[in-house]
């Protein structure tokens, strides 16, 4: 298997997922700084000249954690381009992308020549989340470098497919970079991930619980005090299927339990500018491996318990 050199020599292996509100600017410098790619959706920038300002405090400010720290330089930072008809803004920022040439973009609800050409142009990757072995196969033939195995238990819009399916039957055809999403929360999970054949982990619902997170207090405290049984599986929010806190979901007033069929076109209110949006501004996107996260803590801190983790069942295996 193949690893594009922008992906190497990270602390873990492990690529955080961009969250829509929760992942901003602090975050995702933080994840950068403790060794793994931290990664925002675009359209999580909302005002005039606010994406492009993100993009030049991350540059900045690892440009100058990495001249601090030459022997321990941060991940590089991805960039998530939702390509829907509807997202209006997606060929102004990918200019902007271009501009301060993004390592890494992240592209989600449609594979497009164009943007992949545009990451390449400067040296970019371009890696496409998947739900299946159809949309993987478009995803390579037009161009990305690698895939995100989006399988059941993740965070958000989320597969239907068992993480173990997904992978090995990818890697019956594809060699290139793997990043596993779906239920991982530790390190232990982190490892199991690479002995699937995935190349990375891909994290997202436990950096929610994190201090440095854009998200609310509320939201932080039920990830710490929810588990898998808590999560609802539905596509009435957005039209695409994906999993939310059961909690959250009877506080807006909803049955978790008997939701109608969703509308493809609710995507509109995510993707064409609508701060307001209720999925997930008040319905909370959360995935099923929360068990694991028992409080709030510096994005930091979280990672070190995951290195250590990670070290440890390494070390079982070998024991």
Avoid at 302 to 316: G, S
């Amino acid at each position: 298997m193949s690893t594009p050199e922008i992906l190497q020599n990270l602390r873990l292996p492990v690529i955080a997922a961009p969250m829509f509100i929760v992942s901003g600017k602090e975050l995702v410098l933080e994840q950068c700084k403790a060794g793994i790619v931290g990664s925002f959706p675009a359209l999580n920038a909302r005002g005039e000249g606010e994406f492009e300002g993100w993009l030049q405090f991350l540059t900045d400010e690892l440009d100058k954690y990495n001249q601090a720290n030459p022997d321990r330089p941060a991940a590089p930072f991805a960039v998530n381009q939702i390509v829907f008809k509807s997202n209006k803004r997606l060929h102004e920022d990918m200019e902007l992308c271009v501009k301060y040439k993004v390592p890494i973009i992240i592209t989600s609800l449609g594979a497009v020549p164009e943007i992949n050409q545009a990451a390449h142009s400067y040296g970019g990757i371009v890696l496409h989340d998947i739900i299946n072995q159809k949309f993987a196969h478009k995803a390579i033939e037009k161009g990305a470098d690698g895939l995100i195995a989006v399988a059941a238990g993740a965070g958000g819009h989320a597969g239907p497919l068992s993480p173990f399916a997904l992978v090995q039957e990818l890697r019956q055809w594809f060699d290139g970079p793997i990043a596993l999403s779906g239920s991982i929360a530790t390190g232990g999970a982190v490892l199991a991930a690479e002995a699937m054949g995935a190349d990375f982990a891909y994290i997202g619902s436990p950096f929610i619980a994190s201090t440095e997170a854009n998200a609310v207090d509320e939201y932080k405290d039920m990830i710490v005090d929810s588990s898998a049984g808590d999560i609802v599986y539905s596509d009435y929010f957005t039209g695409v299927s994906g999993n939310y806190l059961r909690p959250s979901i009877a506080a807006a007033g909803l049955d978790p339990d008997n939701l109608p069929k969703g509308d493809i076109s609710a995507m509109n209110k995510i993707t064409d500018e609508q701060p307001d949006a209720k999925a997930w501004r008040d319905i909370w996107g959360c995935g099923q491996g929360i068990g694991a996260v028992t409080d709030v803590q510096p994005v930091a801190q979280r990672i070190e318990t995951l290195a250590a983790q990670y070290l440890a069942a390494k070390q079982r295996l070998c024991a």
